[in-house]
């Protein structure tokens, strides 16, 4: 029986080469010249250092480019809230969300069974399992997915016949 799976996930290796990407350019730009502006990686957590809120949003943007160059969708992104750090610098946090949690996920099944597509569709931990008989209702619940606006960009693996 043909099935898929619905996966939210972010390629770790490419959003740190994003990131050095980012470290390298606030580097060697000008209006960052004499600024102790810094962006680190560790595990699925992004510190970002700035001298100014200016900066800040500023290194957002850089950020933002790079992740979408590296097929990385800044949706998966989660900005937390700035604080301030050593004299007027300020640090903000950056999650990288990874993986489907209960409630987009107990939505995006109720959806697809409101569409009536002929498919069986499982919460396996934080992904989704779509089951059904023929490959042309697999491809029609993925372009349905694809056409929904959730905040939390998904990918789809697995596709199985």
């Known amino acids: 029986m043909p099935s898929f799976d619905v996966v939210s996930e972010v390629d770790l290796a490419e959003a740190k080469n994003a990131v050095d990407n ?5 580097s060697t730009r000008y209006d960052f010249k004499g600024s102790k502006s810094t962006i ?11 001298d100014d809120d200016m900066k800040l949003r500023q290194m957002h943007e850089i950020l933002q480019g790079n992740m979408q160059k590296r097929g990385i969708e800044p949706g998966s992104l989660d900005y937390q809230k700035e604080e301030p750090a050593a004299g007027q610098s300020v640090r903000q946090r950056v999650l990288l969300k ?15 069974k ?12 934080d992904e989704l399992r779509v089951t059904g008989k023929k490959r042309d209702d697999l491809q029609a619940v993925i372009a349905f997915l694809k056409g929904l606006k959730n905040d939390q960009p998904m990918q789809y693996k697995n596709f199985r016949d």
């Open 22 to 26: 980012v470290s390298r350019e606030i």
């Open 40 to 50: 680190e990686i560790e595990g699925g957590v992004i510190t970002i250092f700035a």
């Open 98 to 112: 990874e993986g489907i949690d209960k409630e987009l996920a107990k939505s995006l099944v109720k959806q697809i």
């Open 114 to 125: 409101a569409e009536k597509f002929k498919v069986q569709v499982a919460i396996q931990g």
